[in-house]
């Protein structure tokens, strides 16, 4: 990682020579603050975000001066945080959290301090804090606070506590996994120390929210290192968060298809995924049922019969405990369930897959299924890469066509039905599932003049209902 030109200076515990671009609402807050006589920087995030070379989204700063002065500085403040000593200024649309410097108290639920004091020490206030890489202060005057070598380890690739680790892990168990996520979202490693400390203190996580957790979680997945999920596993903690992959990683696959056992087999397909958020939780979750559904052979083979609507279940149970969204639950559950099924590249195999699947969902199949493939071994590889690139090719043809591929696309509708003399009901709805099954299989047939014709809709539609 470069060094961005940064000189240290150990006696003051900065950097010269180095300047942050601070946008110029920042800067405006900063100066008003140091016009009425207090210390103030931009700290945290931000700082480390900026010295990497990223856009930070969001700009918080620091201060001596209480939430009452900085209320009288600043025409439009938020009440936010007020007990912890925030206030968030409004500058236009947009806002920027302020703090006092403060010393926390003792962590009682192992996230939340019982009380904090406010301090007029800067140094006190960057104590308490996790990480060195998220413990430095900048302004434009002093240039770089950096007591605890975070930019140092920051161009080192190092995620380090600051301070006695398992201190700074009993106070906040959160910061466990926030380890582990800042490890994956910049492409850094977990000191030793810190590693230790998280691997004895893991269990503790029990004591955080299914929803902290889950955030956590989705950024970690969502990074461009989503491997570092194995940290997860290897420091114990998906063992509290995801105890189904243990499972996973302690499951062989003795297989001519395989070449890692499932755990890492899921952990190679988020590699070859991109970064969305319905893809990354649909292969973490695609094959977490095999363990429930290994079953091995006379000749030592394993297989996994039913695993993907084992695993569909499974990944419902698991994302209502994570606290998830309705929407992504049933995406990924519905795309977990599919993601096995394989037809004949033919084009009315494919319209019905279309339509069990999901208009929306259905072109989904197509990157998951190559995550899959070039996650396991490399036997009739090529076969199946070519089954995915065919079907693809007609599902284009199909789109481009716009051929009928669901009930809101077909030519007529209960209403027609209705008009035809069939009473609404179950009879109405089995009809035109048999009318679209038929369009599904030649789209030439959806038009009303077949459809409806009082031959065909007797003998062939209405024959069985």
Not at 294 to 315: N, P, Q, R, T, W
């Amino acid at each position: 990682m470069p060094s961005h030109g940064i000189h240290k200076t150990r006696a003051l515990g900065y950097y010269e020579g180095m300047n942050i671009n601070i946008p110029q609402n920042t800067k405006c807050i900063l100066d008003t603050i140091h016009k009425a006589g207090f210390e103030a920087y931009i700290v945290g995030g931000c700082v480390r975000d900026a010295l990497i070379g990223r856009i930070p989204k969001d700009w918080d700063i620091t201060t001596n001066a209480l939430v009452a002065d900085i209320k009288k500085l600043f025409k439009r403040t938020i009440d936010t945080g007020i007990e912890h000593g925030t206030v968030t200024v409004m500058m236009g649309k947009d806002g920027f959290e302020v703090t006092t410097y403060r010393i926390d108290g003792k962590y009682e639920d192992l996230r939340h301090p019982s009380e904090v004091t406010f301090t007029g020490d800067l140094l006190e206030d960057l104590k308490r804090r996790d990480f060195t890489i998220n413990a430095m202060a900048y302004n434009e005057e002093e240039g770089l606070i950096d007591r605890f070598d975070g930019e140092k380890d920051l161009r080192d690739g190092i995620i380090r506590c600051v301070g006695n680790p398992m201190e700074r892990f009993s106070e906040d168990a959160l910061r466990i996994m926030r380890a582990v996520r800042f490890a994956s979202q910049l492409d850094m490693e977990i000191d030793e120390p810190t590693r230790e400390a998280m691997k004895i203190l893991a269990p503790t996580l029990k004591k955080i929210s299914a929803e902290r957790m889950q955030t956590e979680l989705i950024k970690l997945l969502l990074s461009d290192n989503p491997q570092k999920l194995r940290d997860c596993y290897e420091l114990g903690i998906t063992a509290v968060v995801l105890p189904e992959f243990d499972r996973c990683m302690e499951t062989g696959q003795n297989n001519r298809h395989h070449m890692y056992n499932v755990g890492e087999h899921i952990i190679k397909a988020l590699e070859n995924i991109r970064s969305d958020r319905v893809l990354r939780l649909t292969m973490l979750f695609h094959d977490i049922g095999k363990p429930k559904t290994l079953s091995v052979d006379e000749s030592g083979i394993s297989h996994f019969y039913g695993h993907a609507k084992v695993s569909c279940d499974m990944a419902r149970d698991i994302l209502r405990r994570l606290k998830f969204d309705r929407e992504t639950m049933d995406r990924v559950c519905n795309l977990v369930r599919y993601h096995d099924d394989r037809y004949p590249p033919e084009p009315s195999c494919i319209r019905r897959a279309i339509n069990i699947v999901g208009e929306k969902d259905f072109p989904l199949l197509f990157e998951i299924r190559y995550a899959d493939t070039m996650a396991q071994s490399m036997y009739k590889r090529q076969e199946k890469l070519s089954l995915i690139e065919d079907t693809r090719k007609i599902y284009d043809r199909i789109i481009k066509d716009k051929d009928c591929v669901s009930l809101k696309n077909l030519a007529v509708n209960g209403t027609d039905l209705i008009a035809m003399g069939i009473k609404p009901g179950k009879e109405l709805g089995d009809i035109l599932q048999r009318m679209l099954l038929d369009v599904l299989d030649d789209p030439k047939k959806n038009n009303r003049e077949y459809l409806l014709d009082p031959e065909r809709l007797n003998v062939r539609y209405k024959k069985d209902s």
